[in-house]
T-cell receptor, first 117, second 111 residues
């Protein structure tokens, strides 16, 4: 079945440092790939997505490129801020006979990011 | 646009007791999901509704968990009787097309 593996965490960085959170996946077919973020006390929010191979998703300074050859979707940001402290989840949606089910998600275990001033 | 509403935010119960969680999805979203998020893990799908019908409940422990969405809008997830391992955050999500929107979740502690 589908699975998502994220790098072991937590990650602690100083403000303005470079961030990489690794994500690899196993899936049947070529699904879309997502990064979700969970800020303290809030629900999961979609951060960015990519719908096909070599697509780059970007939002709020974060980027991730859909790499089919390495089955990866690593999250990067060039300069993190304290406000980026949150839990980040890589996820992929199920593909059914009727198409992609965007809410039926397989999540990675999550990576806790803490950014210090 | 109002988001996905869940209640209560927190619940503490003793093992073997019962508990219910409520979810109100975003207006117009036909698909509703319940996820269980155990501490340190990613959310895991429990059940998916399309309108008031169940699409997938293969991961729902049916001996103790039940869920309904009678009028195709609000949904209730129930656990009876609760076990210690049910301690988790229960997330509700809804979607219409290419994105799922999540509520803040209900944090359940079973003691």
């Amino acid at each position: 079945g589908d699975s998502v593996t994220q790098m072991e965490g937590p990650v602690t960085l100083s403000e303005e440092a470079f961030l990489t959170i690794n994500c690899t996946y196993t899936a049947t077919g070529y699904p879309s790939l997502f990064w979700y973020v969970q800020y303290p006390g809030e629900g999961l929010q979609l951060l960015l997505k990519a719908t096909k191979a070599d697509d780059k998703g970007s939002n709020k300074g974060f980027e991730a490129t859909y790499r089919k050859e390495t089955t990866s979707f690593h999250l990067e940001k060039g300069s993190v801020q304290v406000s980026d402290s949150a839990v980040y989840f890589c996820a992929l949606p199920a593909i059914n006979a009727g198409g992609t089910s965007y809410g039926k998600l397989t999540f990675g275990q999550g990576t806790i990011l803490t950014v210090h001033p | 646009e109002a988001g996905v509403a869940q209640s209560p935010r927190y619940k503490i119960i003793e093992k073997r007791q019962s508990v219910a969680f409520w979810c109100n999805p975003i207006s117009g979203h036909a698909t509703l999901y319940w996820y269980q998020q155990i501490l340190g893990q990613g959310p895991k799908l429990l059940i998916q509704f399309q309108n008031n019908g169940v699409v997938d409940d293969s991961q729902l422990p049916k001996d103790r968990f039940s869920a309904e969405r009678l009028k195709g809008v609000d949904s209730t997830l129930k656990i009876q009787p609760a076990k210690l391992e049910d301690s988790a955050v229960y997330l509700c999500a809804s979607s219409r097309d290419t994105e799922a929107f999540f509520g803040q979740g209900t944090r359940l502690t079973v003691v």
